[in-house]
């Protein structure tokens, strides 16, 4: 089965770019019609979409990350990374990779496999 496993820091300081990376394991992210997913739950509030990169290597963000964003694969290992730049302490947050379909809308209630989630930080 289809699994996903994060690794990073759970502590950045501010200013700092914050990277995490997604493993996944028993099936490919170049597969056809598939999207990896980068959301974030900050305390307290609800889940935020960060962005995606999909499985023909297109990106897109939200807008309220775009400017300071990038998502990216490996696909020699299977990974996709999450960067995120010039963090504050309001970026503190659990973050989580998923998978979800290019033919759906994009949003966390359709997301079918997530990864175990990484509580990030943000402090000096």
């Known amino acids: 089965q289809v699994q996903l496993q994060q690794s990073g820091p759970g502590l950045v300081k501010p200013s700092q770019t914050l990277s995490l990376t997604c493993t996944v394991s028993?099936?490919?992210?170049?597969?056809?019609?598939?999207?990896w997913i980068w959301i974030r739950q900050p305390p307290g509030k609800g889940l935020e979409c960060i962005g995606y990169?999909?499985?023909?290597?297109?990106?897109s963000y939200s807008p309220f990350f775009k400017s300071r964003t990038s998502i990216s694969r490996d696909t020699s290992r299977n990974q996709f990374t999450l960067q995120l730049s010039s963090v504050t302490p309001e970026d503190t947050a659990e973050y989580y990779c998923?998978?979800?379909?290019?033919?759906?809308?994009?949003?966390?209630?359709?997301?079918?496999?997530w990864g175990q989630g990484t509580q990030v930080t943000v402090s000096s």
């Open positions: 998923a998978r979800g379909n290019i033919m759906v809308i994009n949003t966390p209630a359709v997301f079918d496999i």
């Open positions: 028993g099936g490919s992210i170049t597969a056809n019609y598939l999207r």
């Open positions: 990169i999909d499985y023909s290597d297109s990106t």
